[in-house]
């Protein structure tokens, strides 16, 4: 009997991955043997300088990987430039996010569940709000899916990039159902994208399948080279096969990065999930799944014959021409900021897959720059959507009692996220500087000059118009100009439109009453009688913003001069993307 030869490992190569999934494993039996007091700051720090350590590796490994690809276990692991350039740009954005998910806000709350597992409304969901107690669990699980999101770009070997795909999913349907507030919708949020993630994973298992079926192997370089002579096919010359596999694979793909039509589950899930993890998704979920789109569509494009490479490019150009039309359209008329933002992702998706229909080295360059800018942009959005919040205040239905503005401010009960568009009328008055960075990100995904999202959208635009989809990026600019519309909507709704004179105001009830809340029933719409005279305490609901008790702060600053630094001097990180463009060795 032949003894076992175990292959060799250059665990330098994967060492991105393993410091990220290493720190997960810790982090489990960090819960287990740190006592609570303490538990919180220790999963917080071991977070950040796993990720920072992974940027770490992430730069010492450029160089070496710009001479030569590093292959680990005959392909199952293979570290390109183009593969090392995703590394980085998920580090970046599962950095900051983890900041936007680490903040607590003055209200001493962060935005998840105290027991996710309880449900909502029930006296058990009670008492662990008033135990004070932590999910502390959520960072762990940040971890594993950072780690998932990290192997998926960097394989030549589909199964292990569809377990990279349920390890980068499987955390974030359980992240998504741990909302402190609305905890209904959160859980349906979670239900959503579950059923639908595991449609999806269905579809790329079968296109493995075929793939494997007409290629005799998983590995794309391998079916590469039965392309080029399909003469070894265990099927023999069976093209179609072939094409429906990678459309299968592509699918799943695609629906990662919420592209139409497998983009239904965008809206309701950037809506009910937390807003911290949202931004996190947003960012770091559509930067993994768009590299491994780049690298099985332009590995398999290359062995492709003309009239078969054709097919999958008019695949490419109506899904890219939907998922633009639908982000754009569909996004105007939305007034809940979240889904506003969840139709503008689904519109960017569209931006990147027009970069990409090419197949070619300036388009993969594009695609790289344009992930860190809409990556910066949409983390530091969601992030100031987590400091404006709703508030109850109370006081006398007499007019000395409110003001020009509403009623006078009292101390109320700080409630969950305001996300009604509505809500943002006068923003700019109450908070200029937070105003100002969410403005920015918003002119940034709108694609205007001196902002990141322009030096983008002329990348994946000018990629579009080399490889002769001159009408497909003239689609896209006319998208891109439909989007500044609700961009600007928000804008104009923070900085020219006054605040409402009453906010919900309602007279003997009391919108701190319900169960989704983080907040005591009753205590407002009262009666106070004084002599013959009964007044009515009217409780209303205004917005206010919380302050940044530092991370989120810091956070919003870092994305809000990256945006800035990408739009006005962006020949560094076009160099560093150009070096890193190449997909194969």
Known sequence: MNDFVAPPIDWAAVSPVLIVLAAGVLGVLLEAFVPERARRTTQLTLTLAALAGSLVA??????????????????????????????????????????VVAERTTTGQDAFAPAAAAVPGTAYEDETRRAGLQQTEIYPLLLFSTGGMLLFPATDDLIVMFVALEVLSLPLYVLCATARRRRLLSQEAAFKYFVLGAFASALFVFGIALVYGFAGTVRLQGVVQVLADPSVSPLGSMPALVVVGLLLVLSGLLFKIGAAPLHAWTPDVYQGAPTPITGFMAACTKAAAMGALVRVLFTLANGLDPATRHDVEVALWAVAILTMLIGTVVGAVQTDVKRLLAYSAIAHAGFLLVGVVGMDEAGSRAVLFYLLAYGLASIGAFAVVTL???????????AAHRTADGPVPDDGVVLGEATRLAQWAGLGRKAPWLTAAFSLFLLSMAGIPLTAGFVAKFGVFSAAVEAGAWPLALLGVLASAVSVFFYVRVIVLMVLTPAPGGDQASAGTSSAGSAEDDVPAGGSGTATVTGAATRTLVSRTVVTVVGSRGPAAFAIAVCAVGVLLLGILPAGALDLAAQAAQFRP
């Open 58 to 99: 992430v730069g010492l490994l450029w160089d070496r990987v710009q001479e030569n690809a590093l292959s680990v276990v005959g392909g199952s692991y293979l570290l390109t430039p183009f593969g090392l350039g995703v590394q980085a740009v998920i580090g970046v954005c599962a950095l900051l996010g983890v900041l």
């Open 388 to 398: 404006v919040r709703e508030r109850t205040v109370s006081g006398d239905d007499d």
